[in-house]
T-cell receptor, first 116, second 115 residues
Framework: AQSVAQPEDQVNVAEGNPLTVKCTYSVSGNPYLFWYVQYPNRGLQFLLKYITGDNLVKGSYGFEAEFNKSQTSFHLKKPSALVSDSALYFCAVRASFSGSARQLTFGSGTQLTVLP | GAGVSQSPSNKVTEKGKDVELRCDPISGHTALYWYRQSLGQGLEFLIYFQGNSAPDKSGLPSDRFSAERTGGSVSTLTIQRTQQEDSAVYLC?????????????FGPGTRLLVL
C-alpha cells in the first residue's frame, strides 16, 4: 500500500524567511509526486509535480520541491515566504505504473502560517 | 477559462435527510473524481468516472453514497439518510483526456454539515 506522511500539522515562518514543508512517501516502484495548496474556502490548486528527470522541480508562486529517492522525501520549499503563502498544503503520491484514480494518495495536510 | 464548479457551496441538513451535491467539470475533461475532506484529515477518494466506462466506486464508504454522471459531464453525489459523520467538505476534480490523469483540477468544494 502507498502512503504519504506530512509530519507537521502546522508550520510557522516569518515573512521573508525560507520555508520548508516536509513530505515523505511510501510506494511500490517509481513515484509520481505532487503538491497542492488549499486557500481558505477554496478548492485545491495544483502547485507542482515530479514525474521524472531533474530532482528539483519548480512550480507556481516561486515554490519548488526536491525529490530525494534515498530518503523517500519530496519537501516543498520557498526561498522567501510571503504572508499570502499562508494556506493548507497537501502532498500526494501515486505509483507510476498505476492507471487507477484511487492510487493517488494524499497526506493529511500542513497548515502554513507566514507571520508579517 | 472556467474551472470546476460545485454547488451548493454550503449545505446544512438534519440527520436522516438525503442530500445531493453537484459538480460541473471543466469542459472537455473526461475524468471526474469525488473526494471527501474531513477536518484534520487528508483527502479520501470516493468515486471516479472516466468517459463511458463503468465508474470506480471502490472508495464509497457505504451504500448510502452514490454518484452518477450524466452525458459525460455534470456529476451528482447523493448521500441518503445522512449521518453526523458524513459532515465534511466534498471536493470534485476533473482531468483532461491525456495519459494517466496526472494533474487534477479541483472545485471549491461543498461544505456539508449534518446536525
Amino acid at each position: 500500500a502507498q502512503s504519504v506522511a506530512q509530519p507537521e500539522d502546522q508550520v510557522n515562518v516569518a515573512e521573508g524567511n525560507p520555508l520548508t514543508v516536509k513530505c515523505t512517501y511510501s510506494v511500490s516502484g517509481n513515484p509520481y509526486l505532487f503538491w497542492y495548496v488549499q486557500y481558505p474556502n477554496r478548492g485545491l490548486q495544483f502547485l507542482l509535480k515530479y514525474i521524472t528527470g531533474d530532482n528539483l522541480v519548480k512550480g507556481s508562486y516561486g515554490f519548488e520541491a526536491e525529490f530525494n529517492k534515498s530518503q523517500t522525501s519530496f519537501h516543498l520549499k520557498k526561498p522567501s515566504a510571503l504572508v499570502s503563502d499562508s494556506a493548507l498544503y497537501f502532498c500526494a503520491v501515486r505509483a507510476s505504473f498505476s492507471g487507477s484514480a484511487r492510487q493517488l494518495t494524499f497526506g493529511s495536510g500542513t497548515q502554513l502560517t507566514v507571520l508579517p | 477559462g472556467a474551472g470546476v464548479s460545485q454547488s451548493p457551496s454550503n449545505k446544512v441538513t438534519e440527520k436522516g435527510k438525503d442530500v445531493e451535491l453537484r459538480c460541473d467539470p471543466i469542459s472537455g475533461h473526461t475524468a471526474l473524481y469525488w473526494y471527501r475532506q474531513s477536518l484534520g484529515q487528508g483527502l479520501e477518494f470516493l468515486i471516479y468516472f472516466q468517459g463511458n466506462s463503468a465508474p470506480d466506486k471502490s472508495g464509497l464508504p457505504s451504500d448510502r453514497f452514490s454518484a452518477e454522471r450524466t452525458g459525460g459531464s455534470v456529476s451528482t453525489l447523493t448521500i441518503q439518510r445522512t449521518q453526523q459523520e458524513d459532515s465534511a467538505v466534498y471536493l470534485c476534480a476533473s482531468s483532461p483526456p491525456t495519459g494517466a490523469h496526472l494533474e487534477k483540477y479541483f472545485g471549491p468544494g461543498t461544505r456539508l454539515l449534518v446536525l
